[in-house]
C-alpha cells in the first residue's frame, strides 16, 4: 500500500575518487573529519544523491506548474494510505515522549550550554536556518555536539562567568540543512557535497552510537521536505546508515516540519512513509508563510498576503493548517509540536510584559488545540510556553489520546488566503521587511545565523518571507493601505534608507553592501529564485583551499 591552517593530503576511501577537503583546518576539525567518517559520507553520497537530484527536479517541475496557475489538492492515488486507519508510526523515542518545550538555536558551545540548561525538554539543535553556512560554523558545530554529549563542555570567560552542563540536560534533536543546499568545502566523487547528508552524517556517525548508550538516541527534525518522496529518501537513508554503522533499524527518530505548503497536502503520507523512524510533525509557522507566498506569487492579487506582523496564526487558511496537523498526528500516534515563540525579552518592563502576554496567548492557543509541545526561540521564554502546556498536560507527558476528529479541512481551507481577518499590506510593513532582510543578512554573512532585530529572534526564514513579500508587492503593484503603491523606487529609497543607517551604527560597510546587492536582486529581480542562500552562499561563503596533489 506504499504511495507512489587547510588539510594537505586528500582523504583516501576504498572505492572510486578521493574526498577532498577544500575548507580550511582549524584546532580539532581532525577530530570530526576522520578519514572513517568521510568514507561514511561518501557511501551515503553514492548511494542517494541520484535520488535526491531527481527529487530537486521535480520540485522545480512543480514549482514550475504552480507559477503558471495550477492548483493543489490531495493526491489522488495515495487515498488510500490516508484512509486507512490502521497504521500508526514508531513514536517518540527514549527522551522525547515529552515535548511541551523546545527551544532552538544553532550548536554555537556557549548557546549550547544556555539550550541545554534552560529547563526546556528538547534542544533543536539547528545547522539550518539558525546557522550561517560558514565551513567554521558546521564544522565546530559538529565539535560541540560531541562535546556536550561527552560533557566536555566547561568554558570560562574573561569576565569569569562559567559555562557547563547541568545535571538534567535537554534532549538533543539535530536539524540537517534542507535538501537544496550543498556544501561546497568538501568535493565527493569531485562534486560539493549534500549539505544535509553532511550535517546528518557527521552526527551519526560520531554521536549516534553515544547517545544510545546515554538512553537517548540520534534524533533529527527534517526541514523543507515537499512531498512523501522526499520522506522515503530520507527513510531509506536511515535504514541505510544504521546498517552501516551497526544501528538497530528503527533506532533514528525523526520529526518533520511542515514548513512547505505542498507538503501540507501530504502529512499523511509523509508520516507512514517514515513510519519505522517517525515521532512526529512540527508545524514551522515563518517558512510555511514563505513557501505559501512563493508559489503563488505569480498567480495574481488573490495571493497576496498583508504585513508579516498581521499574520498571526489565528488567520482562517493558518488555523486550518495547524487544526490538519494535529489531528493527522495523533491519529497516527505523533506528536503534533508547535510554532515558534520568537520575542527576545526586552530590558523595558512594559515592553517585556506586552511581549510575554503575545507570547503566552499564542502557546495557550496551541496547548489547547492540542499540541504536544512548542518552540522558544530564547530561554527566557522556556517558562512562560511551559506554564501554557503544565496547564493542560498536567503530568501527562503529551495529548496523543486528543484525536481531534472534529477537524475537517478540505484543500479549499488551506489556500483559503481570501479569508483574511486583516486588510491591505502598509509602507510600514514595506520598511520593516526591508529593515528585517537587509540586517538579517548583514548579519548572516558575518557568519551569525540567529540574530536578535527589532525585539524578534531572527533566522533565514523571516528574511525569505521579508525579501518574498517584497517581490510579490512590486511585481503586483499592491495598494498599500492609505492608497500609495509598492513600486521599485519605493523599495529602494527603503533599501537605501537603511543601508545608511546601519553604516552609522557601525556595521561592515563591505557586508552592508554585499547584503544589500543580495536583497536587491532577490527581492526587486525579475524573477524570484527559489531561495536567497543558495546564491548567496556560493558567492559570499565559500572560502575554498586547494589540497596538496
Not at 525569505?464 to 521599485?488: D, F, K, M, N, Y
Request: a negative charge.
Amino acid at each position: 500500500m506504499s504511495p507512489t591552517s587547510r588539510t594537505e593530503i586528500p582523504v583516501e576511501i576504498p572505492v572510486g575518487p578521493p574526498v577532498e577537503l577544500l575548507g580550511a583546518h582549524e584546532d580539532r576539525f581532525e577530530e570530526i573529519l576522520t578519514p572513517e567518517a568521510l568514507a561514511f559520507l561518501a557511501r551515503l553520497h553514492r548511494a542517494f544523491a541520484g535520488r535526491r537530484a531527481e527529487l530537486l527536479a521535480e520540485r522545480a517541475r512543480r514549482a514550475a506548474a504552480l507559477a503558471a496557475g495550477a492548483g493543489l489538492d490531495f493526491l489522488p492515488h495515495t487515498r488510500a494510505v490516508r484512509e486507512d486507519a490502521g497504521w500508526r508510526v514508531a513514536g517518540a523515542g527514549p527522551g522525547l515522549d515529552d515535548r511541551r518545550v523546545e527551544i532552538t538555536g544553532p550548536p554555537e558551545r556557549r548557546m549550547a550550554v544556555n539550550a541545554l540548561n534552560s529547563g526546556a525538554k528538547v534542544w533543536l539543535a539547528d545547522f539550518e536556518d539558525a546557522t550561517s553556512p560558514t565551513w567554521h560554523n558546521l564544522v565546530s558545530g559538529q565539535l560541540n555536539l560531541l562535546d556536550a554529549i561527552q560533557r566536555r563542555i566547561d568554558d570560562t570567560t574573561p569576565g569569569g562567568r562559567r559555562y557547563r552542563i547541568g545535571d538534567s540536560p535537554a534532549t538533543i534533536v539535530v536539524r540537517p540543512r534542507g535538501w537544496h543546499l550543498d556544501e561546497a568545502h568538501l568535493l565527493i566523487d569531485g562534486r560539493p557535497a549534500i549539505g544535509a547528508l553532511v550535517d546528518f552524517g557527521l552526527y551519526l556517525f560520531h554521536c549516534g552510537r553515544l547517545q544510545i548508550e546515554r538512553g537517548s538516541g540520534p534524533y533529527f527534525y527534517l526541514p523543507k521536505l515537499e512531498n512523501h518522496l522526499e520522506a522515503r529518501l530520507w527513510n531509506d537513508i536511515f535504514t541505510f546508515a544504521q546498517a552501516e554503522l551497526g544501528i538497530a533499524r528503527g533506532t533514528i527518530r525523526a520529526t518533520v516540519l511542515i514548513e512547505t505548503v505542498t507538503a501540507a497536502f501530504e502529512m499523511d503520507e509523509i508520516l507512514y512513509e517514515l513510519r519505522e523512524h517517525a515521532a512526529g510533525l512540527n508545524a514551522g509557522r515563518w517558512d510555511y508563510l514563505f513557501s505559501l507566498i512563493k508559489n503563488f506569487a505569480r498567480q495574481g492579487p488573490r495571493f497576496v498576503l498583508p504585513d508579516r506582523s498581521s499574520l498571526t496564526m489565528t488567520q482562517p487558511f493558518l488555523r486550518a493548517y495547524t487544526e490538519l496537523l494535529v489531528r493527522t498526528c495523533h491519529r497516527r500516534g505523533a506528536h503534533a509540536i508547535g510554532g515558534m515563540a520568537a520575542a527576545v525579552p526586552q530590558r523595558d518592563p512594559a515592553a517585556n510584559e506586552a511581549a510575554l502576554t503575545k507570547v503566552r496567548a499564542d502557546k495557550e492557543r496551541e496547548a489547547g488545540d492540542g499540541f504536544d509541545g512548542s518552540w522558544v526561540a530564547h530561554p527566557g521564554l522556556v517558562a512562560t510556553c511551559r506554564t501554557a502546556f503544565d496547564a493542560v498536560l498536567g503530568d501527562h507527558p503529551n495529548q496523543l489520546d486528543r484525536t481531534r476528529e472534529d477537524v475537517e479541512v478540505t484543500a479549499t481551507d488551506l489556500l483559503a488566503v481570501h479569508r483574511l481577518t486583516v486588510g491591505l499590506p502598509t509602507e510600514q510593513g514595506v520598511r520593516a521587511n526591508v529593515a528585517v532582510a537587509l540586517r538579517y543578512l548583514t548579519a548572516w554573512l558575518g557568519g551569525a545565523g540567529a540574530v536578535a532585530v527589532f525585539g524578534l529572534m531572527e533566522d533565514v526564514a523571516t528574511a525569505e518571507i521579508a525579501r518574498c513579500q517584497l517581490w510579490q508587492w512590486v511585481h503586483h503593484c499592491s495598494r498599500l493601505a492609505g492608497g500609495s503603491l509598492a513600486t521599485p523606487d519605493l523599495v529602494r529609497r527603503l533599501i537605501d534608507r537603511e543601508r545608511a543607517a546601519l553604516l552609522a551604527e557601525g556595521a561592515d560597510p563591505i557586508l552592508v553592501d554585499d547584503a544589500t546587492r543580495i536583497l536587491t536582486e532577490t527581492a526587486l529581480g525579475t524573477e524570484l529564485p527559489a531561495f536567497l542562500t543558495t546564491g548567496a552562499y556560493a558567492r559570499h561563503l565559500v572560502r575554498l583551499t586547494t589540497p596538496a596533489a
